[in-house]
């Protein structure tokens, strides 16, 4: 009996079909978009917005709130999967706006395990795409001379800030190379000889803020069981070391 059923084909079931038609061959490809919405991405990795688009990525929308009546709104993270690391690419483009002046900043950082720990280790950072363009990017290749660059695909945090506003380590000490302030340099971790802490654990101070829109290529949302995995490794971890 089952061979035999057939779904009635009523007038609307057939415009759906006309539809269908003629609307796919004009439709292009194209990752889905994500937009932060009212639940603000924190400024750490622990207050990180997962993103968890299926597929290939293609936008991130969202808004630096500035001061707050609770507390600010300075800085936006989320954690990212990079399927293709010789494809990647954000930068912030046309969309940008809000408060007058801002100009974002970007910064990446790889999702690691450290004593048990998950952490952000610095990777790259970038505050102009080019002279004159206050416009931020980031690429696969550092172009400081540190030789850093996105060496795998994963689990990453990208995170996004305005002009004066920068992370630091547990010591407060700031995590990325100066030479990222430069229009056009894409710069790798701080390369100070007294540095030995890599980890995002905070921002130096305030910046600029505004709306922005990140163009984004060979990234997509974080797979659930990879991140399942990861988190449940850390439990795993840190049940170990109370034994
Ligand atoms: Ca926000
Ligand atoms: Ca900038």
């Known amino acids: 009996m089952l061979a035999s059923y057939r779904r009635p084909v009523g007038p609307l079931s057939a415009l759906a079909a006309l539809l269908?038609?003629?609307?796919?061959?004009?439709?292009?490809?194209?990752?889905?978009?994500?937009?932060?919405?009212?639940n603000d991405a924190?400024?750490?990795?622990?207050?990180?917005?997962?993103?968890?688009?299926?597929?290939?990525?293609?936008?991130?929308?969202?808004?630096?709130?500035?001061?707050?009546?609770?507390?600010?709104?300075?800085?936006d993270c989320f954690l990212i999967q990079i399927s293709d690391p010789t494809t990647f690419s954000v930068t912030t483009g046309p969309g940008t706006g809000g408060a007058a002046g801002f100009?974002?900043?970007?910064?990446?950082?790889?999702?690691?395990?450290?004593?048990?720990?998950?952490v952000a280790k610095a990777v790259m950072a970038n505050n102009d795409l080019q002279p004159g363009n206050p416009q931020a990017g980031l690429r696969q290749q550092t172009n400081d001379g540190s030789g850093a660059f996105v060496n795998q695909a994963g689990l990453y945090l990208l995170a996004i800030s305005g002009?004066?506003?920068?992370?630091?380590?547990?010591?407060?000490?700031?995590?990325?190379?100066?030479?990222?302030?430069?229009?056009?340099?894409?710069?790798g971790p701080?390369?100070?000889?007294?540095?030995?802490?890599?980890?995002l654990a905070g921002w130096a101070q305030d910046g600029s803020f505004g709306t922005y829109v990140l163009g984004?290529?060979?990234?997509?949302?974080?797979?659930?069981?990879?991140?399942?995995?990861?988190?449940?490794?850390?439990?795993?971890?840190?049940?170990?070391?109370?034994?």
């Open 216 to 243: 984004v290529q060979g990234v997509s949302g974080v797979p659930a069981p990879g991140a399942a995995a990861l988190l449940g490794l850390a439990g795993l971890a840190g049940r170990r070391r109370r034994r």
């Open 163 to 187: 002009f004066g506003s920068q992370p630091v380590n547990s010591f407060g000490e700031l995590l990325f190379n100066q030479a990222f302030l430069e229009p056009g340099v894409i710069a």
């Open 190 to 199: 701080n390369q100070s000889s007294q540095m030995n802490d890599y980890t």
């Open 20 to 38: 269908a038609s003629a609307l796919l061959p004009s439709v292009a490809f194209a990752g889905p978009d994500w937009d932060e919405g009212p």
């Open 103 to 118: 100009n974002p900043m970007l910064f990446l950082f790889r999702v690691d395990m450290i004593n048990g720990q998950m």
């Open 42 to 75: 924190g400024s750490t990795l622990g207050t990180a917005q997962t993103i968890t688009t299926t597929g290939s990525l293609t936008s991130v929308t969202g808004k630096l709130g500035g001061p707050g009546l609770v507390a600010g709104d300075f800085q």
